[in-house]
């Protein structure tokens, strides 16, 4: 059984890691970054668990920010570290406390587009509620196809689509001109479908920037329009999560 002390680390470790996935800021600014990353490393190592380092790769050219490459690093590692952490926590209290509960699942699945900001607005709504955001890229790949991953990924209790103005498309008519307006990415498509057909259209929620196109052959799921930020629209998801019985942290 693992000991007090070890406890406390695991909590804190989890700490910085929702500090981390939480980070709201415009730019991955490298003091911060590297902040978390020193806090991360200490518990981690405590736990007995691997480290991680920014590589010169990671770094802008102005070498004051982190870049994609290396945030996306850094989410792959967090990944690794949140799966052997269970190795090390309470599995006998659990078997002895729960062994007839049934946990019941936090997970969030946010599909999205090439709206970064969208993206982690979304994010940091959903660990507010005590949820935990799945995000695909952040997911190791452990060698999976790409389909493979997302069947891997999409066991949840719910699932939160965002219908950025990613594309642009419209009905063809031989010898008129097309009626161009802004979609949501393919991917973004096809993945509310299968959420959809797999949750149930009361556990998938649309959030929409206004000037996309609504998708016409898809009814009963909620859509939730925004004009500038994703957080215009944090109490009415807070209520349809409600709506669907999902336990939230308010």
Known sequence: ??????????????????????????????????KFVDDLNHSAQQLGLSTFKFQPFHYSSTGKTINDNGYESLMNHIDLIEKMIPSLNFENEIHSNQSNKK???????????????????????ISRLGLEPIVLSRMANSG???????ERHSDVIYAV???TPDDVGGLYIENEKPDLR????????FELGFF???????KVCCINKSSVD??????????????????????????ELKEAKIQLRI
């Open 196 to 202: 959809y057909a797999k949750l149930g259209r009361s």
């Open 103 to 125: 946990v019941e699942s936090k997970k969030v699945f946010i599909v999205h587009g090439r709206d970064r900001s969208a993206l982690l607005e979304t994010e940091s709504m």
């Open 182 to 189: 802004f979609r949501a990415r393919q991917n973004v498509i």
């Open 161 to 163: 689509v965002l219908l």
């Open 1 to 34: 059984m693992i000991n007090q002390g070890d406890k406390i680390v695991v909590l804190q470790c989890r700490k910085i890691i929702k500090d981390i996935i939480s980070y709201k800021g415009e730019w991955y600014r490298v003091d911060i970054f590297e």
């Open 214 to 239: 609504i998708p016409s052959d898809i009814n009963g799921v909620a859509y939730l329009p925004y004009l500038k930020s994703v957080e215009e629209v944090e109490l009415p998801l807070i209520k």
């Open 144 to 150: 999976q196809t790409l389909i493979e991953k997302f």
